[in-house]
């Protein structure tokens, strides 16, 4: 593994939040990291324009090898993680060839699932492979039906309209009859559900009040569980990283003291940091009941506006009387929060008040949603938005995606530009993501859903490509055995990630440096459409994953039903072309096809009144012209439809319900800690991990966890330690980063390390590398939403004192030539 720029570890996780060229880097590390140009430099042959979940970048190669990344001239804000990509391409973890496990070529799907992750694979060659893949899918498709194959692929895959590993699946699997499919997204499912009930509209997706708003009209900002500094370093379509320089200004504001910020969360953030903020920290899990506690101050100090109440929303009167007690005896005060939270009733007190002498923007991450009841915590946050009265003001009332994308960025004037489509399913069975594992253990099995009934079907094949679920997917030992039900598992991958090596047959799949495709800059901006040039040629015997699957469909009989007749560069053209005819309407100046593939991209201006934008400003003012889409056309504090699911596990308005496990349980006896899993700094889930990376953060090269000083010393553990952090479902080896950026009796264990068993053979073997999954709990949010509550996990912490097991996450499994 080649560091080129080896860094203090300690300094990058502890060294706080810097702009400018390094983003989350202190500044002395970020004038290191700050790439360097390659113009006149006589060994850099060429500059390649490119795109990634990280942003536009430059690609820069020599002597036919891609050897660094620069970001693109216009973002003033690249992260320094493209640093790492060109050791990806050729990470000892690439797939070369195609392979097959050596008892499933011997014995088809007769050899069954339980030597998956054990046994050595077999080379093959490319036509034996796609046969085998093609014979596979008959034999599935005839003895039990469609229904039975499931392409799952719902994972951050690469960037390109063109080259979306999820939807090509999807269009060849629909070409041959159908396949069970999965509905939501895993990083926020239960907000997926819940927010059209209350709100008519999906909400996570939309495009959030603009920044310059923000720093116009709002004076008090409340970071509810979300660290917008850390997560938009990356996008579903290349970041263009404008949230960056929006959070530098706004920390002009705070600083001249024309704002206040308060972070509300168990750790204390990169951006609570950058802005100074106010550092509250609850327990984990109990955010519904801290707004309660809120709520009932400003509804009994009269300080809600009855207005906005009688106007814009639903169902107050039963929210008043659970505040008050009067519908269950218990009165949600302050107190009876603090005792719930550990936040002291004063500070509760004053919160509640300064919320509403203030233009308050509260915004939410995901986090608080991926816990047990996670459905809650937006509904009241959406309550306590309601009971200030700004929502629709400018700089005034709620966000949930100010960490996503660049959530708040400037909308341009710009087209739109369509992929390649899935196509269409013939089969109408779709699941919750999330109960991928209870569907492979428990087929025939029925679930509530949404007010519907689910039957999970029994799946015998699955085809996986452009992701990493044995890593994403939650209680990982139950993940694994379910993993090993399937009679035939297929993936398509560029790396040996763990789901390949638990795979029957394996692809190899080009990076996206590999091959070209085209992609939108900014998920909200659309400010620039991006040329994905080709960097270097295909490594090994890799191809793109559109090549795969055309040899796939070929052999299937529907070649050409599935690529149309196109090349890969016909279709980049026809996207392109098809944006120009848009763009013609509306009097848009575009290039043409060849000279903006030339130049790398077409940018887009930002019109005046972006700057301006409000969520729900139409609703304010006329919610008779402009309802939402609820039954009420109101924000529905209380739902009528939900009323009648009947669900136990989620009321019909936002109410207090204890997680599974919490601090206040009495498991917290046995597992006194609250584990949380926020998303990696320097990782995109866990992309890159395999690459040089990892050395600015693991320690002793495991996962680092965050451990507060006190919850240290009780342990006997110091800085640096490798410890065991362990429950009832499973073990893994971290190492100790003692902080006091986290409250006591929390830890934290970022997702997306690559899971490493020490004992492959055992089943429930122990995490050698630290995937905090191993210790996750699968189960749904509720009966509604079926969510995952990976931040609803309880553990223990002791040092480890044997021997240190080898890394061996990102080494090739066993290969073989041998067929005997």
Not at 253 to 273: E, G, H, N, S, Y
Not at 349 to 371: C, E, F, N, P
Not at 783 to 799: I, M, P, R, Y
Request: glycine letters at 10%; hydrophobic letters at 40%.
């Amino acid at each position: 593994m080649n560091n080129p720029r080896r860094i203090s570890r300690r300094a990058v996780i502890a060294g706080g939040a810097a702009l400018g060229g390094g983003l989350l880097l202190p500044p002395e590390i970020a004038r290191a990291m700050r790439p360097s140009v390659p113009g006149g430099n006589p060994l850099i042959e060429s500059t390649i324009p490119t795109a990634t979940h990280w942003g536009m970048i430059e690609a820069s190669v020599q002597g036919g090898r891609f050897v660094r990344a620069a970001g693109f001239s216009g973002d003033a804000h690249p992260t320094p993680m493209i640093e790492a990509f060109a050791d990806g391409v050729y990470a000892q973890s690439r797939v070369q060839y195609p392979v097959v496990r050596k008892s499933f070529l011997k014995s088809g799907a007769r050899a069954g699932g339980q030597g998956r992750g054990r046994e050595e694979f077999v080379r093959v060659g490319w036509d034996e492979a796609l046969d085998l893949v093609a014979s596979e899918l008959k034999r599935v498709r005839t003895a039990y039906g469609n229904a039975s194959i499931f392409p799952g692929s719902a994972d951050w895959q690469s960037s390109g309209l063109l080259h979306s590993a999820s939807a090509l699946v999807r269009r060849m699997l629909g070409l041959f009859g159908g396949f069970t499919d999965c509905t939501g997204d895993p990083s926020i499912a239960a907000a997926m559900v819940i927010l059209p009930h209350i709100l008519g509209d999906l909400e996570v997706y939309d495009q959030q009040t603009a920044w310059p708003a923000i720093q116009e009209h709002t004076d008090f900002l409340v970071l509810w569980g979300v660290d917008p500094l850390k997560d938009n370093q990356i996008g579903t379509h290349p970041a263009d990283h404008y949230a960056y320089g929006a959070i530098e200004r706004f920390r002009e504001k705070v600083r001249a003291k024309q704002a206040r910020v308060v972070v509300i969360d168990p750790r204390l953030t990169d951006t609570a940091k950058y802005l100074d903020a106010e550092w509250v920290a609850p327990r984990p899990n109990t955010d519904t009941a801290l707004m309660l506690g809120m709520a009932h101050v400003l509804y009994e100090e009269g300080r809600y506006d009855k207005q906005f109440i009688e106007k814009y929303t639903v169902g107050f009167d039963q929210v008043a009387a659970y505040l008050t007690g009067k519908s269950d005896g218990v009165a949600k005060s302050a107190a009876w929060a603090a005792g719930i939270t550990g936040v002291d009733a004063n500070v509760i007190r004053d919160l509640a008040r300064r919320m509403v002498q203030s233009r308050t923007m509260l915004m939410s991450g995901y986090a608080i949603q991926r816990a047990d009841h996670g459905e809650q915590p937006y509904w009241m946050l959406v309550t306590l938005a309601s009971m200030i009265g700004q929502i629709g003001s400018p700089g005034g009332g709620f966000g949930v995606s100010y960490h996503y994308d660049n959530g708040g960025s400037l909308t341009a004037n710009a087209p739109d530009v369509a992929g390649i489509s899935a196509g269409e399913n013939p089969v109408k069975n779709a699941l919750p993501f999330e109960r991928v594992a209870d569907m492979f253990l428990h087929p025939g099995e029925q679930v509530p859903y949404n007010g519907t009934t689910v039957t999970y079907p029994h799946i015998r094949l699955i085809y996986w490509a452009g992701g990493n679920p044995l890593t994403h997917l939650w209680q990982t030992n139950k993940a694994v055995e379910a993993w090993r039900r399937p009679e035939t598992i297929i993936v398509q991958d560029p790396f040996w990630t763990a789901t390949a090596k638990f795979a029957d047959i394996v692809l190899p799949a080009t990076t996206t440096f590999e091959r070209n495709d085209i992609e939108v800059c900014g998920a909200y901006s659309h400010q620039y459409i991006v040329a994905m040039r080709q960097v270097v040629e295909p490594l090994f015997e890799s191809r793109n994953d559109i090549d795969i699957l055309t040899g796939v469909a070929r052999r299937l009989g529907f070649e050409h039903a599935f690529t149309e007749g196109k090349s890969d560069m016909d279709w980049i053209r026809s996207f392109y072309a098809a944006t120009l005819k848009q763009a013609a309407k509306t009097k848009l100046d575009m290039p043409a096809f060849d000279d903006f593939w030339k130049k790398g991209y077409v940018g887009f201006s930002i019109p005046e009144d972006a700057a301006s934008f409000t969520g729900h400003a139409d609703f304010r003012e006329n919610p008779a012209l402009h309802p939402l889409g609820t039954p009420s056309g109101k924000i529905e504090l209380y739902s009528k439809a939900i009323e009648g699911f009947h669900y136990d596990d989620c009321p019909p308005q936002a109410t207090w319900l204890e997680p599974a496990e919490w601090l206040g349980s009495p498991k917290a006896k046995q597992y006194p800690l609250h584990l949380l899993s926020p998303h990696p700094r320097y990782r995109l889930h866990s992309q890159l991990d395999n690459t040089w990376i990892r050395s600015w953060y693991e320690i002793n090269e495991r996962e680092p966890m965050w451990i507060n000083a006190d919850d240290a010393r009780e342990r006997g553990i110091t800085d640096g330690d490798v410890v065991r952090v362990f429950n009832e479902r499973g073990e893994v080896l971290a190492g100790a980063l003692v902080t006091d950026r986290v409250r006591r009796g929390v830890v934290i264990l970022h997702e997306g390390a690559w899971y490493d068993p020490e004992a492959p053979e055992k089943d429930g073997s122990r995490c050698k590398h630290g995937l905090v999954n191993v210790l996750t709990l699968d189960k749904g949010t509720s009966q509604l939403a079926q969510g995952n509550v990976a931040n609803t996990t309880l553990v223990e912490v002791k040092k480890h004192t044997d021997p240190l097991p080898a890394i061996t996450a990102f080494e090739p499994p066993a290969i073989t030539s041998q067929r005997g």
